[in-house]
């Protein structure tokens, strides 16, 4: 039952918006060379599954993960497969798993000061979280968990995820209602700038559902707390640093 939900996992985060032709590459790669026929097959069949009917794929992996860890899934992103239990987020970041202890530990240390500097630019706009090296809740292997609380409210995606497409009419009726959406989205766009010059990381304003809008004034509270690595993802990087030009041209001009 772990082994399904985990391959569940991960077939849902290659065959999810967030995911690229080169992660759907490495993850076919993956499962071809899985030792033993049964468990190939069988993670083959699972991947099928998601590619074809990933609703039916979605709704087996929530009941799992409920039976398994008593968490409810919630979706993915590039890095993390995300799960809520209660009134907490967490988020699984799934390469870890794959890590020695040392590389696990180290990478849960600069995800955490990156997070910390992601703050310093946006205070509580950005949704705080924290950090630790544990058990896989669907596993027993350990990753690099990130916990945060959940945050209510509905969506404002800028973007169609990975492109530069702005979802003009979304954003122009949200500041048709909210007199600060215009300073609360240039907040963001000089945050994306700053960031850039000081460390190389931008927030990420290209995944999908990453901005909620909290309370009556509906302001924006970015969920992914942690900023993109120009090392690390430079094609992405790139991107969100375009996305920003946009955005700013786009606000100017409204």
């Given at each position: 039952?772990?082994?399904?939900?985990?391959?569940?996992?991960?077939?849902?985060?290659?065959?999810?918006?967030?995911?690229?032709?080169?992660?759907?590459?490495?993850?076919?790669?993956q499962l071809e060379s899985l030792p033993g026929l049964v468990g190939r097959r069988l993670a083959l069949?699972?991947?099928?599954?998601?590619?074809?009917?990933?609703?039916?794929?979605?709704?087996?992996?929530?009941?799992?993960?409920?039976?398994?860890?008593?968490?409810?899934?919630?979706?993915?992103?590039?890095?993390?497969?995300?799960y809520k239990k209660g009134d907490e987020v967490v988020k699984v970041y799934r390469h870890t798993a794959?890590?020695?202890?040392?590389?696990?530990?180290?990478?849960?240390?600069?995800?955490?000061?990156?997070?910390?500097?992601?703050?310093?630019?946006?205070?509580?706009?950005?949704?705080?979280q924290t950090l630790s090296v544990e058990q896989h809740p669907l596993g027993d292997y350990r990753v690099?968990?990130?916990?945060?609380?959940?945050?209510?409210?509905?969506?404002?995606?800028?973007?169609?995820?990975?492109?530069?497409?702005?979802?003009?009419?979304?954003?122009?009726?949200?500041?048709?209602?909210?007199?600060?959406?215009?300073?609360?989205?240039?907040?963001?766009?000089?945050?994306?700038?700053?960031?850039?010059?000081?460390?190389?990381?931008?927030?990420?304003?290209?995944?999908?559902?990453?901005?909620?809008?909290?309370?009556?004034?509906?302001?924006?509270?970015?969920?992914?707390?942690?900023?993109?690595?120009?090392?690390?993802?430079?094609?992405?990087?790139?991107?969100?640093?375009?996305?920003?030009?946009?955005?700013?041209?786009?606000?100017?001009?409204?």
């Amino acid at each position: 039952m772990r082994r399904i939900a985990r391959t569940l996992e991960l077939s849902l985060a290659t065959h999810s918006r967030s995911a690229n032709d080169a992660m759907r590459e490495q993850r076919h790669t993956q499962l071809e060379s899985l030792p033993g026929l049964v468990g190939r097959r069988l993670a083959l069949g699972v991947d099928g599954l998601t590619a074809n009917h990933r609703r039916t794929a979605t709704t087996a992996l929530s009941g799992l993960s409920m039976i398994v860890g008593g968490l409810r899934y919630i979706g993915n992103g590039a890095f993390v497969s995300v799960y809520k239990k209660g009134d907490e987020v967490v988020k699984v970041y799934r390469h870890t798993a794959d890590l020695d202890e040392a590389a696990r530990q180290e990478h849960m240390r600069s995800r955490a000061e990156m997070c910390d500097r992601l703050q310093g630019y946006l205070g509580t706009m950005v949704a705080a979280q924290t950090l630790s090296v544990e058990q896989h809740p669907l596993g027993d292997y350990r990753v690099v968990l990130a916990r945060q609380p959940y945050v209510r409210g509905g969506s404002l995606d800028f973007f169609t995820s990975n492109t530069r497409s702005l979802n003009k009419a979304e954003v122009a009726e949200y500041f048709e209602r909210q007199a600060e959406g215009k300073s609360q989205i240039m907040r963001l766009v000089e945050a994306t700038f700053a960031g850039h010059d000081e460390s190389g990381e931008v927030p990420d304003l290209n995944g999908w559902d990453n901005n909620r809008l909290v309370g009556p004034g509906e302001l924006i509270r970015l969920i992914d707390a942690e900023p993109i690595s120009e090392a690390e993802h430079p094609e992405v990087h790139g991107l969100i640093l375009d996305q920003a030009a946009i955005l700013a041209d786009f606000v100017e001009a409204a």
